[in-house]
């Protein structure tokens, strides 16, 4: 008879590669064809080290590059984000 503990064991190792898969999946997503990064708002927020609401409104207005909606979500191009910072650094 089969041990409980290692049919238990085998389960949680699958589930835990289908996990890690997903993740890596989840991961080059986020990459277009071109192998330019996507951000989600969060991502974006954080690399910007601005509030959400601030990228709501820096959007509404027009100001920030590389903006993209899909499904009522929003994406930011990370190399054009960057480009728009470099553009505000003085010579």
Do not use: W
């Given at each position: 008879?089969?041990?409980?503990?290692?049919?238990?064991?085998?389960?949680?190792?699958?589930?835990?590669?289908?996990?890690?898969?997903?993740?890596?999946?989840?991961n080059?997503?986020?990459?277009?064809?071109?192998?330019?990064?996507?951000?989600?708002?969060?991502?974006?927020a954080?690399?910007?080290?601005?509030?959400?609401?601030?990228?709501y409104?820096?959007?509404?207005?027009?100001?920030l590059?590389?903006?993209?909606?899909?499904?009522?979500?929003?994406?930011?191009s990370?190399?054009?984000?960057?480009?728009w910072?470099?553009?505000?650094?003085?010579?």
């Open positions: 008879m089969n041990n409980p503990f290692d049919v238990i064991e085998k389960r949680l190792s699958s589930i835990e590669e289908l996990l890690l898969d997903l993740k890596h999946k989840n080059d997503s986020n990459q277009l064809e071109s192998g330019e990064q996507l951000l989600t708002i969060d991502e974006a954080k690399f910007l080290h601005l509030r959400k609401p601030t990228l409104t820096k959007h509404s207005r027009g100001e590059p590389g903006v993209c909606k899909k499904n009522g979500r929003l994406y930011f990370k190399q054009a984000l960057i480009d910072i470099k553009s505000g650094m003085s010579k």
